[in-house]
Every structure is written in C-alpha cells, then in structure tokens.
C-alpha cells in the first residue's frame, strides 16, 4: 500500500493531478513560489501600459521623468522577485525528488523477494536515480510557471482586447492552432520518453550485472562479447532518444512558428488598421508588447507540455514498482508475538509443503518433516534437490502453493514477519557481505551486542587475528573502498553474525562450502558450543560434515526420501548409501572426473 494516500496508480491518469501527489507536501513553499511568480506577471504587465504613455508623451512633448523611473522600478522589484522565486522553485523541486527517492527506496527495499529474482538490480537503480530527476523539470515546468503565466496570460488578453478586440481575436486564433497541433506531438512524447528511460533501464541493469560478473567475463575471454551486448543496449538507449527528441524537436518549430506569425499577422493587420484610423501608432505599439508578454505563458506551456509529458512517462516507471505490493501487504497477522521456549511444539514442522518458483513447477512436493527442539538436522541431496529453497520457505521469502510450516506449532504465515525473522539466524550459501564496516556486517540482527562479544564471535570462527590485521578494527570498511575478505572470510563473518544473534533456529545453507578443513573444524567447534535451546538446519553436501546429526532428512527432486541418522540411513536409503559411498572416495564430481579418494575428516556432529 502507498503510505502516502495514492500516489501509486496516478500517472495512470495523466496531466499535471498526476505530479500533485508529490508536490502536495510541499505546497507552502510552492504557493509563494506561485505567489512571487504572479506579483512579478502583475508588474510586467503595468510595463507595456507605461511604454504607451512615455510613447505619447514623447509625441505631446510632456515631462517623462517620472515614467520612466516608474518602468526601472517595476523592471528592478520584478527581476528580484523572479531570482527569489527561482530559488523557492529549485529548492521545492530537489525536495520533491528527495521525497519521490526516499519512498521510492523505502518502498524497493520490501518488495516480495520474487521480484528481486525478476528483475534487473541496475534497471531499479536507475528508476531511483534517473526516473526521479525527470519530476524536477516537470514540477518546476509545470507547476508553478504556468500558475504565475495565467495572470500575464489573462491581463495581456484583456488588455489586447481593450486596445483592439479584432486584432486580439486575429492573434488568439494563430496560437490556438499551434497549441492545438503541438498537443498533438507531445502525446506521443510520453510513451518515448517511457520508452527511452526503460532502454536506459535495461541498459544500467545489464551493466551491472556484467560489471558484477567482471572476472567470470574476463577468464572466459567474453569481454568482446559483453562489449558488444552492451553496445546493443546503449544503441537501443539511443535509437529511443533519438525518436523522442525527434517528437520533442517538432515542438521547438510550432513554438518559433507561434511567434513569429502572431508577430508578423498583427504587424500586417495592425499596421492596416493604424492606416485606417482605427488605432493609433502608441496604441499599436503598446498592443505588440502585450502580444509579447501574452507569448510568454504561450512558450512557457509549450516546454510545461514537453516536460509533463517526459514526466509521466518516467513516473509511470516509479509507480509501476509503487503498485508492487509490499512483501507483507497480503499478511493476516493472527499471533503478534512468538516465544518457542514456552511452547512444547516441534521447532519446526513442515506438513505437506508444495512449492514451485513458477507456476505448475513444483521444486517441493508433499514435503512433511519435523525438527526437535535443540536437535541439529540435516538436509542432504544432490543438486537441485530444492535444499536452499527448503530454508527459504523458513525464511518466508517465498509463499507456499500448498501445505504449512509450523514455527514453535504457529503456522509462519500468521506471524509478522520481523517476529519470525527475529527467531532466526541464516547464513546463505554465497554469504554476500552488506556495505558498511565489519562491525555494522556483525551486529546486523543484534544491533544491542558489545564490541567484546563483536570480537568474541570472531574469534570463534577464527576472524579475529585477520580482523585485527586491520588499522581500523571493527570500524574497517568491507568491499569496494575497504578490506577485500575472500570468499571464505565472507562466510566465516556470516556466521559470526548468525552466532552473535543467538537466535532459536540456526538455518545454514553449505556454510562450510568456501572453508579449508580447519576452519571448517573451528566451525565444528562452534556448532558444538551452541546451547541446547539453539536449533541448527543445515544444508550440506559434505556427509562428513552432519555425520553425526540427530536426523538427517534425504531430499530428492523437491520430495523427501528418507529421514533418519547416517547409521539409519545407510541401511534404509539407497541414495544416502549412495551418496555416502560416493564421498569415502571424493565429491560427486570429483569421482567421475579422477576417481581420487578424499581424506576422510572426521565429524563432529
Ligand atoms: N529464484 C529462483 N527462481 C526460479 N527457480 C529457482 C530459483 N531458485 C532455485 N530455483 C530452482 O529450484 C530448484 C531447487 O533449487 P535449490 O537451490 O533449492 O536446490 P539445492 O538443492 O539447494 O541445490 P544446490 O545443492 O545446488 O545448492 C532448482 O531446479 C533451481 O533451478
């Protein structure tokens, strides 16, 4: 849902109602900005009147000195006025895209993780990066411009009306059919200028993920390949462009064209009726500055049109993320609390569990097991076998087609979602590190723990000594302007901060997949550590490393096989026996391509 009271949805309808939403909480600043921009049309106005006069007076030979002090006057408090509202203009504009940007972050950040999968990382980036800036131009265009231009527009066209209603019907009809035609170009605009930010979408995304995948590229020799895909990507970035500023650019000639024929129809026509005494030289002369200043509300709508239409097509971008429910839009939140230690339930209990990423693409099928409390289970299976996505459905990262999961005897999905997060620890296969210092990577689930049990948990997992290598300590930076951990340390520091959380449920994917056999031996340790009211699933393809589990769950093709301890399962499954033979002489792949026999280790647990 939108916080703010329907913003998502409104470019949808178009016109400049679309951009209120965003400008609403700004209206004050706006209003003076609409005020000082009418004080200054007010007094443009009194110009061309004052023109007249010196104009006559020059003819009677009358005195002019007060005239023309009056016009630097009017000129001076004007031009101050315009600097003051240009100000309050940009400034209320770069407040509108720091709003639209904080939502639209706010928002991206709860999207269900489904669309994360979906979509391109770098095409999001540049929905808050660029799409944003393209409300600006349209706020300050359209907003306040031509809120200040109705005055002039008005006050000229009465006075052109005063002077000489026929010559100021001869020039309203010539600018009718310019506004009416530039109408006509500027619909089209839109849907470029959609079209040209969606290519720039896909073309940061691309980047992105190319540039993330740098050193897969290189070692394959692809980056002629990548270079050329990209290149597709900005061509078609710029074959977008070029079409909208082609639409744009017919828009420039009909505004030139506007003027220019006003000018020189009411230079024919007035000047045709100074000859026949319907209106003096002063007269006329006053009527053309008019014109003049009824042209500039005229300009300033043209560019108002061309900017809202670029506008909504980038805000049909924002929104179309806005309109994405939240992750937990859907939830019905039964149980606003959990506490496992006072429930005699099974820590967790998957019953009939169905689920597939896609539709009629189940990756688990009917799968029902329970996890004691305080056990440690297992989870093995070849690849694929839909072992992560197992946790991830822990997790909630992904609603079931069918079946429940019981967290403490409470199906999760009556559970706020925080609620149950808070009762578990993750560490993912590929562990990424979070932006920030090694500190901010440790205390992530537990913002409250000491720098002591910060650098306790490190030396758990055997960190410390690389840790404290650094100048900074806890407060060095990790990734692109800090330390470079290698894969290894990434997972060890994830695990820290599964361990410091000290949370119930301890879900780990292959947490052992980047360590050397000590580390994974210290890891070992750790696991043994953990308290008897800390429950641990873990995922892993090594035997030896869940040897000694409680249980071990065997998964096959998203079903459950079997279930019961390595002495058990030798016995009653063929493909643990199988998988457990394969691994007294190497991994599975390790075993067709050299058949070497891998030092057994032995398990802990
Ligand atoms: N985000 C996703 N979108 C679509 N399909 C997915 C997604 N994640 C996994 N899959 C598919 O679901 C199936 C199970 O994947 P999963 O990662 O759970 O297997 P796994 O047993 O953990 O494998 P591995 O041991 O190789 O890590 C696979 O066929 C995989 O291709």
Redo the contacts with the bound molecule.
């Keep these: 849902m939108d916080p703010r009271g329907g913003k998502a949805g409104t470019a949808g309808r178009g016109g400049v109602r679309a951009l209120w939403p965003y400008a609403r909480e700004h209206r004050r600043l706006l209003g003076a900005a609409v005020v000082l921009s009418t004080a200054a049309a007010g007094l443009s106005l009194a110009q061309p009147v004052l023109v007249g006069r010196i104009i006559s007076a020059v003819g009677d030979g009358a005195p002019l000195g007060g005239l023309v002090w009056a016009l630097v006057g009017f000129l001076t408090v004007g031009a101050v006025f315009g600097t003051i509202q240009y100000y309050l203009l940009q400034r209320t504009a770069e407040s509108v895209v720091l709003t639209a940007r904080t939502e639209l972050i706010g928002h991206l950040l709860q999207l269900p993780m489904s669309e994360y999968?979906s979509r391109h990382v770098g095409d999001l980036v540049s929905r808050v990066a660029s799409d944003t800036t393209l409300l600006r131009a349209a706020l300050t265009d359209c907003l306040v411009e031509p809120l200040g231009g109705i005055l002039v527009l008005v006050g000229a066209l009465t006075a052109m009306v005063l002077l000489d209603p026929v010559l100021a019907g001869v020039a309203v009809l010539v600018v009718a059919i310019v506004v009416a035609a530039s109408l006509h170009v500027t619909r089209r605009l839109r849907a470029l200028t959609f079209e040209t930010q969606s290519r720039l979408g896909d073309l940061t995304g691309d980047l992105n993920q190319t540039l993330t995948a740098i050193s897969v590229i290189r070692a394959n020799g692809a980056t002629e390949r990548a270079r050329a895909r990209l290149g597709d990507r900005v061509r078609a970035a710029f074959d977008a462009g070029v079409r909208a500023a082609r639409s744009g650019a017919a828009i420039q000639p009909l505004r030139q064209t506007t003027g220019h024929a006003a000018l020189l129809v009411i230079l024919g026509v007035g000047g045709y009726r100074v000859a026949t005494g319907h209106l003096t030289v002063a007269e006329l002369v006053t009527f053309i500055l008019f014109m003049l200043l009824f042209m500039d509300p005229v300009n300033t709508a043209f560019t108002a049109v061309q900017s809202l239409a670029a506008a909504l097509g980038a805000l049909q971008r924002i929104t179309d993320i806005q309109q994405i429910p939240a992750e937990d839009a859907t939830d019905t939140i039964t149980h606003r609390q959990l506490s496992p230690s006072a429930s005699s339930a099974p820590i967790i209990q998957f019953r009939d569990v169905r689920f597939g990423?896609?539709p009629n693409h189940l990756?688990l099928d009917s799968v029902s097991f329970t996890v004691a409390r305080g056990s440690r289970t297992a989870i093995v299976?070849l690849?694929?076998?839909?072992?992560?996505?197992?946790l991830a459905l822990v997790e909630r990262f992904y609603d079931l087609d069918g079946g429940r999961i019981e967290l403490a005897g409470v199906d999760i999905t009556s559970l706020p979602r925080t609620v149950l997060r808070s009762q578990l620890g993750y560490v993912e296969?590929n562990a990424p590190a979070i932006s920030g210092t090694v500190r901010e990577n440790l205390i992530l689930a537990a913002p409250e723990v000491t720098d002591e049990q910060c650098w306790s948990a490190l030396d758990t997992v055997n960190l410390r000594h690389r840790i404290d290598t650094e100048a900074k300590g806890l407060n060095a930076l990790i990734g692109e302007h800090g330390i470079r951990l290698s894969g290894g340390e990434r997972q060890r520091l994830a695990i820290a901060r599964a361990l410091l959380a000290r949370p119930p449920l301890l879900l780990l994917d292959?947490p052992t997949s980047s360590l050397d056999s000590r580390n994974e031996e210290i890891f070992q340790r750790a696991l043994e550590a953990t308290g008897a009211d800390q429950t641990v699933v873990i995922?892993a393809?090594r035997l030896a490393t869940v040897k000694n589990a409680d249980q071990i769950i065997v998964?096959d093709h998203g079903r459950v096989r079997a279930v019961g301890t390595h002495n058990e399962l030798l016995g009653t499954s063929e493909l643990y026996r199988e998988l457990a033979h394969h691994q007294l002489i190497g991994t599975p792949n390790k075993i067709r391509a050299n058949q070497q026999p891998a030092p057994a280790s032995e398990p802990r647990w």
Aim: glycine share 16%; net charge positive; hydrophobic share 30%.
């Design positions: 999968r990423y896609r990756v299976g690849s694929g076998a839909g072992k992560s996505t197992l296969q292959e995922v393809h998964l």
